[in-house]
């Protein structure tokens, strides 16, 4: 079975303070790990998947298997990041993914000024 | 490209009920997953299809059903609606199985 904790429901922070939002899984086989974002108002989105291995929005996420983990983190926080965190995780078999996409509980994270 | 559409936005309907659900994916797009998005249970995997086939179901009881048209369009049912059906059913597109998928606005259902 997979699946896929969020540890913390809320995260406090201040301007330009160090964020880390931590995701841990539980999976048998090659998992593909995905951050999505949900701002105010808006649509779930892609923030970050492991396989591209970019920074977008000055967020980073690296896949440790030995710990498996996938924690989201940034280095200064901007007002603008305070949003829905949703770690997610898919199957991965022989090179593709499978369509299943499995979601940690979500972290709501708040930048104050 | 436009992005997923799901009609309606806004839905409410009485327990015993039946109620359908439509998914645009974004064109070209030819996976369609559906998800339940409860404040208790949060996000959870309905089914998947590609192609017009399911592909994956997740753990819900039969009253749950989906297909899937040649033009990749999708339409989610409910049966026999229940009070813990109310949610916020969301629709996501994906090129292709197992890429990236890009999520609708989704659908309020409120079972009264």
């Known amino acids: 079975a997979q699946r896929v904790t969020q540890p913390e429901k809320l995260l406090s922070v201040f301007k330009g303070a160090p964020v880390e939002l931590k995701c841990n899984y539980s999976?048998?086989?090659?998992?593909?790990l995905f951050w999505y974002v949900q701002y105010s108002r808006q649509r779930l989105q892609l923030l970050l998947r492991?396989?591209s291995r970019e920074s977008i929005k000055g967020f980073t996420a690296d896949l440790n298997k030995g710990e498996t983990s996938f924690h989201l983190k940034k280095p200064f926080a901007q007002e603008e990041d305070s949003a829905m965190y949703y770690c997610?995780?898919?199957?991965?078999?022989?090179?593709?993914?499978?369509?299943?996409?499995?979601f940690g509980q979500g972290t709501i994270l708040t930048v104050h000024p | 490209k436009a992005g997923v559409t799901q009609t309606p936005r806004y839905l409410i309907k009485t327990r015993g009920q039946q109620v359908t659900l439509s998914c645009s994916p974004i064109?070209?797009?030819?996976?369609v997953s559906w998800y339940q998005q409860t404040p208790g249970q949060g996000l959870q995997f309905l089914f998947e299809?590609?192609?017009?086939?399911?592909?994956n179901k997740g753990n819900f009881p039969g009253r749950f059903s989906g297909r899937q048209f040649s033009n990749s369009r999708s339409e989610m049912n409910v049966s026999t609606l229940e009070l813990g059906d109310s949610a916020l059913y969301l629709c996501?597109?994906?090129?292709?199985?197992?890429?990236?998928?890009?999520f609708g606005p989704g659908t309020r259902l409120t079972v009264t």
């Open positions: 996501a597109s994906s090129p292709r199985e197992g890429t990236v998928q890009y």
């Open positions: 999976y048998s086989g090659s998992p593909e």
């Open positions: 492991h396989i």
């Open positions: 997610a995780l898919s199957g991965n078999a022989g090179g593709t993914s499978y369509g299943k996409l499995t």
């Open positions: 064109s070209g797009h030819r996976s």
């Open positions: 299809y590609f192609s017009e086939t399911q592909r």
